[in-house]
């Protein structure tokens, strides 16, 4: 995945194959698709642009969304509190468009797992065509209903945020290995 930076420094997510268009100019497909990242292109009105290489936080800011997504700040207290890392395997549940599953999958790194579950089925397809865009591949993103059970055991955190989430607290902590973390986002505090 590709990303491309105008003289301005605004970022827009290219799609493979296709031209980028801009109030800048065009660039044509053919010479985006020669470009690596770190060339510079130019526009049909001779403007430049830069090709980068975005990283998860690019991506998130720039991905199709239907709904809120938690802010970096929360996702960073969420992080230090829980010391997720290298090899941690995260339940998730409601995912959105996929913004923190995008962000746990890129801390847990590809011996990680991350499952995150969303009750509709519209913000499912979202946060599938996100994470697959994105390009992670540790990821499952399950059409489900969390409340009626977690598939998943040796769990390292579960992360909630949905409504009534004390609905399936003893469920949670059965999945739990010794010392996880159950993580609660309520959308203006964190317990």
């Known amino acids: 995945m590709k990303m491309i930076l105008d003289e301005r420094g ?26 690596e990242i770190g060339d510079e292109v130019k526009s049909h009105l001779d403007h430049s642009f830069k090709i980068v290489k975005p990283n998860v936080n690019d991506f ?60 509709r ?20 993103v399950k059409n489900k209903n969390i409340k009626a059970g977690i598939d998943e055991d040796n769990i390292d955190v579960v992360f909630l945020d949905l409504p009534k989430p004390y609905e399936i607290f003893e469920d949670v902590y059965d999945s739990l290995n010794l010392g996880g973390w159950l993580v609660v986002f309520f959308r203006f505090s964190i317990f």
């Open 10 to 35: 605004k970022k827009y997510i290219l799609k493979e194959g296709q031209e980028f268009q801009s109030d800048l100019g065009i660039v044509s497909a053919e010479v985006l698709s020669d470009a």
């Open 121 to 140: 089925e519209d913000f499912s397809e979202v946060a599938k065509r996100n994470i697959e865009t994105f390009g992670i591949k540790n990821i499952e």
């Open 60 to 119: 998130i800011d720039l991905m199709d969304r239907r709904c809120s997504i938690l802010i970096k700040k929360d996702i960073g207290t969420v992080l230090a509190y829980t010391g997720l890392g290298a090899g941690s395997r995260v339940v998730d549940a409601g995912t959105g468009a996929g913004a923190i599953a995008l962000h746990f999958g890129n801390v847990v790194g590809e011996t990680g797992m991350v499952y995150t579950y969303e009750i």
